[in-house]
């Protein structure tokens, strides 16, 4: 499985755009890039993915250049909720029924009003 | 439509006593996964059952946990005994199986101490 680097944390403000990039060189062809987060005293939760160019959703948006070997998670004016932890994951994003996430350690992001 | 549900919240244990984890996966729901953050550490898998049977088990520490499916339904996580290197956050997920992409939904977890 391919290994992911990102920031172990991030602070911003509430209204701000955040951007979090996620680095993974060693992607595989068949391997999709998939965020999920972690608000504290709960289990993780999906939130988006991907496996190139854009992909936007209601909660966040996923830019993924042409190489792949990175991606950025985008939160649109984030507000005090959007403080969690954000885990970037490389792999088959899934679609095998037999995929066990593989975690890093994830990005904290701390949101300041 | 409910969520994962984990039983109990929180459980404190001196060494070498049992403790059982329970998970409710989401109605339907074939796949169901186990996983714990011990303290300071990442998230790690530690089964995968397909309906009632081990589809993975290769991040189970050691013998002393034992994970059942009894009925393709819930499932339980015993520890027996318990080691202090056990105390940590158990948590567990949920997916279909289905064509396409198979999101696991996780439970609100476990969180497990052992004095």
């Known amino acids: 499985l391919a290994k992911t680097t990102q920031p172990i944390s991030m602070d911003s403000y509430e209204g701000q755009e955040v951007n979090i990039t996620c680095s993974h060189n060693n992607i595989a062809t068949n391997d999709y890039i998939t965020w999920y987060q972690q608000f504290p005293s709960q289990g993780p939760r999906f939130i988006i993915q991907g496996y190139k160019t854009k992909v936007t959703n209601e909660v966040a948006s996923l830019f993924i250049p042409a190489d792949r070997k990175s991606s950025t998670l985008s939160l649109p004016r984030v507000s005090l909720s959007d403080t969690a932890v954000y885990y970037c994951l490389v792999g088959d994003g899934g679609y095998s029924s037999a995929s066990k996430i593989i975690f890093g350690s994830g990005t904290r992001l701390s949101i300041r009003p | 439509e409910a969520g994962v549900t984990q039983f109990p919240s929180h459980s404190v244990i001196e060494k070498g006593q049992t403790v059982t984890l329970r998970c409710d996966p989401i109605s339907g729901h074939d796949n169901l996964y186990w996983y714990r953050r011990v303290m300071g550490k990442e998230i790690k898998f530690l089964l995968h059952?397909?309906?009632?049977?081990?589809?993975?088990e290769s991040g189970m520490p050691n013998n002393r946990f034992l994970a059942e499916r009894t009925g393709g339904t819930y499932s339980t996580l015993k520890v027996q005994p318990a080691e202090l290197e056990d105390s940590g956050v158990y948590f567990c997920?949920?997916?279909?199986?289905?064509?396409?992409?198979?999101?696991?939904?996780f439970g609100p977890g476990t969180r497990l101490t052992v004095l």
């Open positions: 059952f397909v309906k009632e049977s081990k589809q993975d």
């Open positions: 997920a949920s997916s279909q199986n289905r064509g396409g992409y198979n999101e696991q939904f």
